[in-house]
Nanobody
């Protein structure tokens, strides 16, 4: 399983970014994929996930500002982020769920394969 994130970088508060994750090495349509983030000194937390049936789940801080979707044909996962805030600064990770059709969980423990992460820095 390989997951490779891209699209991070510096952005000013109020700006937007789109993160992408290229997935390979497994049947991508069968598993949940998600975005997680981790800021220095903080635990990793779920941002948004999408299940094999297309259902999505967002963290409260992401509702209304972030949008997750997957392109099964291209084996990619995307996260569009709007109205970014300094507190959104973190390393963002793409992850694949441990079990197929497990539902769109936001718990990092439910995900066993991770990308290397992409840094998002939001300046005020």
């Amino acid at each position: 399983v390989q997951l490779a994130e891209s699209g991070g970088g510096p952005v000013q508060a109020g700006g937007s970014l789109r993160l992408s994750c290229a997935a390979s090495g497994y049947t991508t349509s069968a598993y949940s994929l998600g975005w997680f983030r981790q800021a220095p000194g903080k635990e990793r937390e779920g941002v948004a996930t999408v299940d094999s049936d297309g259902s999505t789940r967002y963290a409260e801080f992401a509702e209304g500002r972030f949008s997750i979707w997957k392109d099964v044909a291209k084996d990619t996962l995307s996260l569009q982020m709007f109205s970014l805030k300094p507190e959104d600064s973190a390393t963002y990770y793409c992850a694949k769920s441990n079990r197929a059709s497990a539902g769109p969980s936001l718990r990092p423990l439910d995900f066993g394969n991770w990308g290397q992460g992409t840094q998002v820095t939001v300046s005020s």
